[in-house]
DNA sequence: ATTAATTTTTAGAGTAATCTAAATTCTATT
DNA sequence: AATAGAATTTAGATTACTCTAAAAATTAAT
């Protein structure tokens, strides 16, 4: 069972966790106090408590590591969060960048009903509107596979979860089509001649892309 | 502009206005520490800084009123509580007893556009589901006026609010009917013969029910 | 109008999370 | 291997909220 955490615990958690990502080497006590906006002084306490709790791995000067209990408490967190992001932008129509603050104070609700319930009213998605992956409910991660759209075959489904260039004219472009981060595509037919495609937008609307432009759409594949 | 305040002195506001409710008088120190759980001495504590913050209006040994601040802030919170259980109760499938302590926990949740468009998103209901009003976007609360169905004409559109009898078999007949708390029902036809009507749930089956059950199911009259 | 019972307030202290400033330990360089 | 600079830890305080126990004020009853 998971043992109950304040919010602030939850939030080292999950902060140890996305600094120990890259490497899962062990996460140092001034990364921490910068990532949390806190002082080295206040993280060093935290360890302490939370290492007294079996849920990081501590030893002075040494920084810290998620153990078993801790990972498990911080992948719960980042699931609750990034289904509640889809769920601000798929249902309560937000934009990509603008769920992040309300989905930090979101992930603390305590209720497995609800985010059982959530998930299923969501129609279990995988990916968050950012593109992350969203962990299970046994706190399984799938590492999530991004490539331009111009790669894949006709009838392939996919999620936009990155631009690849910034160039405001294709961004313009974009917005017309409807098309943004979290945007549902689905090849409906490549022209062999110039590599141009034809796309539908969250099955709603459908547009002929360049080549050019395919190539800037990172999507990952759904299901 | 409506001051950020801590989740406890939120709470200590709505108990102020759930307690003064019955009668608009002072809410006295000891009612208060019971329905907050907590101690005299707390209340005292929290009383001293809610009037410090001119939210409510304390006098030595006399108890709390809510002022205008105050009351303005425990409506805002009332709002967002139950407009998360429209929420839970009709997208996520939650019987009505079994949103209040979810609720307790989102109420808290500080964004404006969340509220609006969560708001929207639920087709600005006016009653939660346990048939009380939902305050608007300003604090105005429009009472709500509950009746028994068979007091209503054919064409009424009402929500189930209450059951004035707890008969176990008529709670199992509604209950197979598909007939429960927050139910949207309209009166599609009335038998004058012995008052019987035909009504419709939540638009999706018709039943007839005898005058009697009409008797005992209170509903408020929709738009 | 005095007293007993109740309610309310004060005093003093504890916990969780935070901070600043000082002391300690590590590390990288010479 | 000594040491300067950086990172980390400790010590001591602060804030928000809570508590128990004792004192004070109110209220209700005779």
Redesign the pocket.
Same mark, same amino acid.
């Given at each position: 069972m998971i043992q109950s955490l /304040?919010?602030?615990?939850e939030n080292y958690l999950k902060a140890i966790y996305h600094l120990s990502k890259n490497g899962s080497e062990s996460v %140092?006590? %001034?990364?921490l106090a910068e990532s949390m906006n806190?002082?080295?002084? /206040?993280? %060093?306490?935290?360890?302490?408590?939370l290492s007294n709790k079996s849920l990081i791995g501590y030893k002075?000067?040494?920084?810290a590591t998620l153990l078993p209990d801790g990972e498990k408490s911080a992948l719960h967190v980042i699931r609750k969060h990034r289904l509640w992001e889809v769920f601000l932008v798929q249902k309560l129509n937000f934009k990509w960048d603008e769920v992040h603050e309300i989905a930090e104070q979101l992930e603390h609700i305590k209720s497995p009903i609800l985010v059982k319930r959530l998930d299923e009213f969501l129609g279990h998605p995988t990916i968050d509107p950012h593109g992350d992956p969203i962990p299970d409910e046994n706190g399984i991660v799938k590492e999530v596979v991004k490539a331009p759209l111009s790669e894949f075959p006709q009838g392939s489904i996919g999620m936009l979860v990155n631009v690849s260039n910034d160039d405001p004219s294709l961004l313009q472009h974009l917005d017309k089509l409807k098309i943004s981060l979290g945007s549902k595509i689905e090849i409906v037919e490549r022209m062999e001649f110039d590599g141009s495609i034809s796309i539908s937008i969250d099955n709603t609307n459908t547009h002929f892309i360049s080549n050019d432009i395919a190539k800037c759409l990172l999507i990952t594949i759904l299901d």
């Amino acid at each position: 069972m998971i043992q109950s955490l /304040s919010l602030t615990e939850e939030n080292y958690l999950k902060a140890i966790y996305h600094l120990s990502k890259n490497g899962s080497e062990s996460v %140092n006590t %001034n990364s921490l106090a910068e990532s949390m906006n806190t002082t080295p002084a /206040s993280v %060093n306490d935290m360890m302490k408590k939370l290492s007294n709790k079996s849920l990081i791995g501590y030893k002075k000067y040494k920084g810290a590591t998620l153990l078993p209990d801790g990972e498990k408490s911080a992948l719960h967190v980042i699931r609750k969060h990034r289904l509640w992001e889809v769920f601000l932008v798929q249902k309560l129509n937000f934009k990509w960048d603008e769920v992040h603050e309300i989905a930090e104070q979101l992930e603390h609700i305590k209720s497995p009903i609800l985010v059982k319930r959530l998930d299923e009213f969501l129609g279990h998605p995988t990916i968050d509107p950012h593109g992350d992956p969203i962990p299970d409910e046994n706190g399984i991660v799938k590492e999530v596979v991004k490539a331009p759209l111009s790669e894949f075959p006709q009838g392939s489904i996919g999620m936009l979860v990155n631009v690849s260039n910034d160039d405001p004219s294709l961004l313009q472009h974009l917005d017309k089509l409807k098309i943004s981060l979290g945007s549902k595509i689905e090849i409906v037919e490549r022209m062999e001649f110039d590599g141009s495609i034809s796309i539908s937008i969250d099955n709603t609307n459908t547009h002929f892309i360049s080549n050019d432009i395919a190539k800037c759409l990172l999507i990952t594949i759904l299901d």
